[in-house]
């Protein structure tokens, strides 16, 4: 991945980066309610969602507001391509917005080309990995969190262990 980045274009990353950022957190805020209300009616039936649509997310205005900031990330990203944070929450809007689960590993994996010492990332891969069952993908990022002496290692590795006890 070579590029030249000019000042410029690095600033403007930067602007772009922050302005993605805090919609989205101004998104999260507006649905975190409706998400713990779906969650505590989740638990308290002791099933998850059955599809993805079962539990709506995002509404039709939120998801206008979120491929806004996603098309920000990839601005970004086209500015300045050196930004590990920026893979990290696009892959999340490319899940989030699309289901988009490839896209979304797929910028989890260039977020740690970029800062392989990233506990963070590590664990939001590892976390897709036990969803999706692929133990082996879960077991590799696991070591890495055990070897960053991550604080997300011990409960990684508890849920890491309940996955492989379910087979």
């Known amino acids: 991945?070579?590029?030249n980045v000019t000042?410029?274009?690095?600033?403007?990353?930067?602007?772009?980066?922050r302005d993605a950022i805090n919609e989205i957190r101004l998104l999260?805020?507006?649905?975190?309610p409706r998400w713990s209300d779906g969650m505590t009616a989740w638990f308290a039936d002791e099933r998850p969602p059955e599809e993805r649509d079962e539990f709506l997310i995002y509404d039709e205005?939120?998801?206008?507001?979120?491929?806004?900031?996603?098309?920000?990330l990839?601005?970004?990203?086209?500015?300045?391509?050196?930004?590990?944070?920026?893979?990290?929450l696009l892959g999340n809007a490319c899940q989030e917005i699309d289901g988009d689960l490839p896209s979304m590993m797929s910028h989890y994996?260039?977020?740690?080309?970029?800062?392989p010492d990233n506990h963070e990332?590590?664990?939001?891969?590892?976390?897709?990995?036990?969803?999706n069952e692929d133990l082996e993908a879960a077991m590799t990022d696991l070591e890495h969190l055990e070897r960053l002496q991550s604080d997300y290692a011990?409960?990684?590795r508890e849920h890491f262990e309940n996955a492989k006890n379910r087979g």
């Not at 990332?121 to 969803?131: D, I, K, S, T, V």
Request: hydrophobic share 35%; charged share 30%.
């Open 28 to 32: 999260r805020r507006t649905a975190f």
């Open 1 to 3: 991945m070579e590029t």
């Open 74 to 88: 990839r601005e970004t990203l086209r500015l300045n391509p050196y930004n590990p944070d920026a893979y990290v």
């Open 109 to 115: 994996n260039t977020a740690i080309e970029l800062d």
């Open 61 to 72: 205005n939120e998801l206008t507001i979120y491929r806004a900031a996603r098309d920000k």
């Open 154 to 156: 011990a409960s990684k």
């Open 7 to 17: 000042p410029f274009e690095a600033r403007e990353a930067i602007r772009l980066y």
């Open 121 to 131: 990332f590590y664990n939001c891969r590892m976390a897709q990995h036990l969803e």
